[in-house]
């Protein structure tokens, strides 16, 4: 698989949130200005089902990784990515859940799965090496995870309705 620059991901997720049915690479047309781009490694998989779903996705530095599914409608994803080496993965299923990830340093990994209702999920991860895993299961739950420093894990699930985990990591 080719990767593209910056420039071209946000193309990608802006053609992505015109749309509320999946888009393929293959439906995207190749654009003179960006031939003299180079690749950095970085990857981005966006996948929406559904209808009103929203995503907002933004990647710069090294080989950054995301894989992004959402699967129902009115769910709203932000993600931004900067530093180098970092990966997510992200699902939501189900109806009105919030996620928002910022990843800004190096070899940090987050994954995340919404399913349910009006589910709410902040995860901010800076540093090295850290990891942070948030399962949200029902409805109206709250997770918000901070993490900083070296080699951090975390991991918050929820199984309910209205439950409210906060996890500051240093």
């Known amino acids: 698989m080719r990767f593209i620059d910056t420039s071209v991901r946000l193309a990608i997720a802006l053609v992505a949130l015109s749309t509320t049915s999946t888009t393929f690479a293959a439906d995207l047309l190749p654009e003179p200005r960006y031939s003299n781009l180079q690749p950095s490694g970085t990857y981005a998989a966006l996948s929406q089902n559904g209808s009103g779903n929203q995503a907002s996705l933004e990647q710069s530095g090294l080989r950054q990784q995301l894989i992004q599914s959402q699967s129902g409608s009115g769910n709203v994803t932000a993600i931004q990515q900067s530093g180098a080496y970092n990966a997510a993965t992200a699902q939501q299923l189900g109806v009105g859940n919030t996620l928002s990830?910022?990843?800004?340093?190096?070899?940090?990994?987050?994954?995340?799965?919404?399913?349910?209702?009006a589910n709410q999920a902040d995860i901010v991860q800076s540093g090295a090496y850290n990891q942070a895993y948030v399962g949200q299961y029902g409805q109206g739950n709250q997770a918000t995870v901070n993490q900083s420093g070296l080699s951090g894990t975390v991991s918050v699930q929820q199984y309910g309705n209205q439950m409210n985990a906060t996890v500051n990591q240093r």
């Not at 990830?101 to 209702?117: H, I, N």
């Open 101 to 117: 990830l910022e990843q800004a340093g190096r070899y940090d990994q987050a994954a995340m799965v919404q399913a349910g209702t």
